[in-house]
C-alpha cells in the first residue's frame, strides 16, 4: 500500500476523537469524518507500519447514522468532529468511548457506565466563542476558525455552536475589519487586533464583547463600539485585552474596560456569579446545571458534612452545594478563580464557605497533617487527572464518598483503578454530553469507602 492509494473501506468503529476506524487486510484505518457502517473510498494519506491515516473521496454506501451536515465548513473546522452524524449516534459514540476507557485502561466494570444524559440543546449551546481574526494570503481580513491540527483560520462568520447574538455581532464586526485590514495582528505589527472574544449570561441575555488585541486603542475604535451599543442592548460589557506577545495563549494579563460593567452575571443553580473575560465559567450553561446536579445526587449531603472541592475554580460546583453541608473547603491554583470564589460566596450569602489558593495535592496533604476528615470530597481535575499523591492523601482523609468530575474518561480511568486499589468501590459513572458535535465528553462518577466505620 503506498501514498495516494485509494481503496475502499468499511468503517467499524470510532476512535476517541471521532474518527472512523477499518481494517484493510492487516492494516488499521483512521479516516476522519466517517460514520460507522459506511463504505468509503479512502485516499491513502500515510502509512506507518500497521497504521495507516487516510482522507474519504466518496463514500459507496452510507452508513444509517448518516445526516447531511449543516455546516459548510464542518468537514475542515477542528470545533465540530460529529456534524455528519445523527444526534443519538453521537451520544452512543460519547458512552462508547468512556465504556472503552474504563474497561480497557481502568480494568474495570463497563456496566457501571450509566446512560449519557443528553445536551438539552445540540446547537447554539456555547456561552463563549474566541474567534481568531487574521490575514488570509492575499491580505484580506478572515475570521473564523482554526482547522484542524493548524494555526490557519476556516473562515466562518456563522458558527452552530453559538448562539445568535453571537454571529450577528461577529458579522458585524468582520465588516469593520473588512475594511481596516491593517489594524490585524501580525509579528510586523504587534499593535493590531487578534480575537473576538464574546460571552453570554443566558439568564439574563447580557452579552460581553473583548477585542483582544496588542494595544488599547486602535483606529475608529470609539464608532466600532458606539455602533454595537447602539445596535444592542444586550451588550452591557465592553473590554479589550492587550497581548501583544508572539504567543499560543489567547488573553494577554491586562484587560481594560472601555463600556458598562467589567464582568456580566449569570445565575447557575439558583446562585449568581459574575463573569468577567478571565473567569473560567461552563461553556454549555443548562448542561452544567444537570452534570452538578449528577454531583449532588452522588455527594448525598444531609446538613452535617464537610465537603472538599479540590480544583474549585470560581468555586461553582461546592457553592451549589453549600447550603447541604456544615462546611465547605474550596481549593483552586488559580487567584483571580479564588478571588471570583470568596466574592461569589458572599454574594449569595454563603457563610460557610472558605477557600485556599494552591495547589490541589500540595494543599490536600496539608489539610490531612492538620487533622481535616472531610466527608465528602469533590475533584474536577484537568484533562491530566490527579496525581497519585492526591488519591492517596483523599484516601488517608477516609471520606464517605467520593465524587469525580472529569473531562478526560482516559485519566479518570486510570484514577479510578487506583480508587478501588485501595478502600475505595466505583459505583457508576453517568456520562453527560457538555459539548455536543465536538468529540469530548464529560463525566461524573461515585467512588464510595468500603468499610462503613472510621
Ligand atoms: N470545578 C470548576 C472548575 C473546573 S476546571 C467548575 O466546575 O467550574 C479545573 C480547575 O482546576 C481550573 O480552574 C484550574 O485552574 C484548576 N487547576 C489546575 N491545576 C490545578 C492544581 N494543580 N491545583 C489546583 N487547581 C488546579
Given at each position: ?8 473501506l468499511?468503517?467499524?468503529s470510532?476512535?476517541s ?13 483512521f ?26 473521496e ?8 448518516r445526516?447531511e ?5 464542518s ?13 443519538e449516534?453521537?451520544l ?18 463497563g ?33 473564523g476558525f ?15 455552536l453559538?448562539?445568535?447574538?453571537f ?9 469593520f475589519?473588512?475594511?481596516r485590514?491593517?489594524l490585524?495582528y501580525t ?6 487586533i ?16 473583548c477585542?483582544?488585541?496588542g494595544?488599547?486603542?486602535f483606529?475608529?475604535d ?6 454595537l ?13 492587550i497581548?501583544?506577545?508572539d504567543?499560543n ?7 481594560y ?11 447557575l ?11 473560567f ?28 472541592d479540590?480544583y ?9 452545594m453549600?447550603?447541604k453541608?456544615?462546611a ?5 491554583i488559580?487567584?483571580?478563580a479564588?478571588?471570583n470564589?470568596r ?16 495547589d ?5 496533604d ?8 472531610p466527608?465528602?470530597?469533590v ?7 490527579l496525581?497519585?499523591e492526591?488519591?492517596?492523601t483523599?484516601?488517608?482523609?477516609n ?12 485519566t ?15 459505583k ?17 462518577a ?9
Open positions: 500500500m503506498n501514498k495516494n492509494d485509494i481503496i475502499e468499511n468503517i467499524t470510532l476512535t476523537d471521532g474518527d472512523g476506524v477499518g481494517r484493510a487486510g492487516e492494516t488499521v484505518f479516516v476522519p469524518n466517517t460514520a460507522v457502517g459506511d463504505t468509503a473510498l479512502v485516499r491513502v494519506l500515510k502509512v506507518k507500519k500497521n497504521i495507516a491515516y487516510g482522507r474519504v466518496s463514500i459507496v454506501t452510507p452508513s444509517s447514522d445526516i451536515p449543516d455546516c459548510p465548513v468537514l475542515s473546522c477542528g470545533g465540530c468532529v460529529y456534524r455528519h452524524i445523527s444526534y449516534a453521537e452512543g459514540a460519547k458512552r462508547q468511548k468512556v465504556i472503552d476507557a474504563v474497561t480497557r485502561i481502568g480494568k474495570l466494570d456496566s457501571l457506565v450509566r446512560d449519557i444524559v443528553p445536551s438539552p440543546r445540540a446547537d447554539g449551546y456555547r456561552n463563549k466563542a474566541m474567534i481568531p481574526v487574521g490575514l488570509n494570503r492575499a491580505g484580506e481580513a478572515v475570521m482554526y482547522a484542524r491540527h493548524s494555526h490557519n483560520i476556516m473562515p466562518c462568520i456563522d458558527c452552530r453559538s448562539p445568535d447574538i454571529n450577528r455581532i461577529t458579522a458585524d464586526f468582520y465588516g475589519i473588512k475594511e485590514p491593517g490585524i509579528p510586523a505589527y504587534r499593535r493590531g487578534r480575537h473576538l472574544y464574546l460571552r453570554y449570561a443566558e439568564s439574563t441575555g447580557d452579552v460581553m464583547v477585542v483582544v488585541a494595544a488599547k486603542r483606529e475608529g470609539t464608532e466600532l463600539f458606539d455602533s451599543t447602539e445596535k444592542y442592548s444586550a451588550i452591557k460589557s465592553i473590554a479589550v485585552n497581548n501583544p506577545d504567543t495563549v489567547i488573553l494577554g494579563k491586562k484587560t474596560t472601555v463600556y458598562g460593567d467589567d464582568h456580566i452575571t449569570d445565575t443553580c439558583g446562585l449568581s456569579f459574575d463573569i468577567s473575560p478571565q473567569s465559567y461552563q461553556v454549555n450553561r443548562a448542561q452544567a446545571e444537570r452534570l452538578y446536579s449528577i454531583a449532588a445526587d452522588y455527594a448525598d449531603l444531609s446538613g452535617s458534612e464537610t465537603l472538599l479540590l474549585c475554580g470560581t468555586g461553582t460546583i461546592g457553592l451549589s453549600a447550603d453541608c456544615r465547605l473547603i474550596g481549593v483552586e488559580i487567584p483571580e479564588i478571588d470564589a466574592r461569589n460566596a458572599a454574594q449569595n450569602g454563603i457563610a460557610n464557605a472558605r477557600f485556599i489558593c494552591a490541589a495535592t500540595a494543599a490536600a496539608r489539610l490531612r497533617a492538620e487533622g481535616i476528615r466527608d465528602v470530597v475533584v474536577d481535575p484537568p484533562r491530566k487527572g496525581t497519585p492526591l488519591i492517596d483523599i484516601a488517608g482523609m471520606p464517605d464518598r467520593v465524587v469525580y468530575v472529569s473531562c478526560d474518561p482516559a479518570l480511568a486510570r484514577d479510578l483503578a487506583i480508587f478501588t486499589d485501595k478502600d475505595y468501590t466505583l457508576e459513572i453517568t456520562p453527560a454530553d457538555m459539548f455536543p458535535r465536538t468529540s469530548h465528553v464529560e463525566n461524573v461515585l467512588i464510595t469507602r468500603k468499610l462503613t466505620s472510621h
